[in-house]
Every structure is written in structure tokens, then in C-alpha cells.
């Protein structure tokens, strides 16, 4: 399985270690950036990694900045990315089960390394339900077509 892992400067070092664990753990990874600890701009960490989980480049994504929130609002900007918040187990749970959800932030600052790693296998091995989840997913899908290029 390849998973895109990218961070802000908050999250760098946390990918970095992250990068090593899942890469143990027979992983292929894609380090999406940033490459250093110096200040950056999130958005263009998490609206690329986005864009390359969408386009198929990686099965999943990981976002890191230092709350989790400002890497998933802006990956959620990119047609066909469904980006959750992995603060808890059971969301990060329902956001596979419920949502389908292609990628998944987390908060450097909020959250050890140890949860990353657990919600990261969590999220990646969780698989979605369908069903009646599929029609809410159609209805963003369509929202999408009308009003994304």
C-alpha cells in the first residue's frame, strides 16, 4: 500500500519519524513535503498531497500541521479529496466506514506519535461500508461537478 505523508513546519518532524515507522512496517511512502523545520505555508503541502492522493498517486494521505485543522480545510478545497480530522479513534473509524475518506490530519501539537501511528493503520485498514453512506457521498460528488472546475 502507498501512502503521500506531508506536513507543515509544525509536522516535520512528527512525518519524518512517521515516515520511518511505516516504512518498517512495509509501507511504500511518498514524502510530500516539506522537507525542513523552517516556516511554511501549509496550503501547499496539503493542496498538493490532496491532488496527488485524488489523482491516484497513493492509496492515502496523511496531513500533519500543528492542529490538524488548517491542513484539512484546505485539502478539502480539492475536488474528490474527503480529508477527516483524526482526533479520536472512533472518528477516525467513521470517517473510512461513513465517508470513505481519502485522507487523514492530524495535530502535531495535540497528538503523540504513537496515536498517529495507530489511527494512521486504523484509518488505512478500515474499509468503507457503502450502502446508504454512498448516497450522501453522491451528493457532495454532485455539489462537486456543479461548482468545482
Known sequence: MKLLIASDHAGFANKKTLI??????GFSIIDGGTFNEGSCHYPEYALSAAERVVAKEADFGVLIC????GVSIAANKVKGARCALGYHDEAVKRARIDNDANLIAFG??????EEMLKRIQMFIHTPYEGGRHQTRLDIIADYEKKHFR
Do not use: F
Open 108 to 113: 502535531a501539537r495535540y497528538m503523540t506519535l
Open 20 to 25: 520511518e515507522s511505516l516504512t518498517k512496517l
Open 66 to 69: 500543528g492542529s490538524g485543522i
